[in-house]
């Protein structure tokens, strides 16, 4: 059982930046594939980012590339996203989600542990 606590979101304004974590309580972290979803009220989940169990290989939605960075620390079983230049349509609660695939995946439907979620909340 993998156990995934996210922190690190907040209010922020426009073009600012946040970094959210998301710490793991498993001895075998480095053998998880992970990435980051987010859901905004009412709309669907939607991948954000992704990272493979080496850090490796990374893969972004279209909508971040450029402003997002997806690392991770497997000394630490923590992995992170940092976002700059934030805009309101990223609004969202923001949740990390592990699985054990080779390589990276964009699809929620892959991944096997979730976390709880993190308010990220965007002013204009």
């Known amino acids: 059982q993998v156990q995934l606590v996210e922190s690190g979101g907040g209010l922020v304004q426009a073009g600012g930046s946040l970094r959210l974590s998301c710490a793991a309580s498993v001895s075998t972290f480095s053998s998880y594939a992970m990435g980051w979803f987010r859901q905004a009220p009412g709309k669907e989940r939607e991948f954000v980012a992704a990272?493979?169990?080496?850090?490796?290989?990374?893969n972004y939605a279209d909508s971040v590339k450029g402003r997002f960075t997806i690392s991770r620390d497997n000394t630490k079983n923590t992995v992170y996203l940092q976002m700059n230049s934030l805009k309101p349509e990223d609004t969202a609660v923001y949740y990390c989600?592990?699985?054990?695939?080779?390589?990276?995946?964009?699809?929620?439907?892959?991944?096997?542990?979730w976390g709880q979620g993190t308010q990220v909340t965007v002013s204009s």
């Open positions: 990272i493979s169990r080496s850090g490796g290989i990374r």
């Open positions: 989600a592990a699985n054990r695939a080779m390589g990276v995946t964009t699809m929620s439907q892959r991944y096997n542990y």
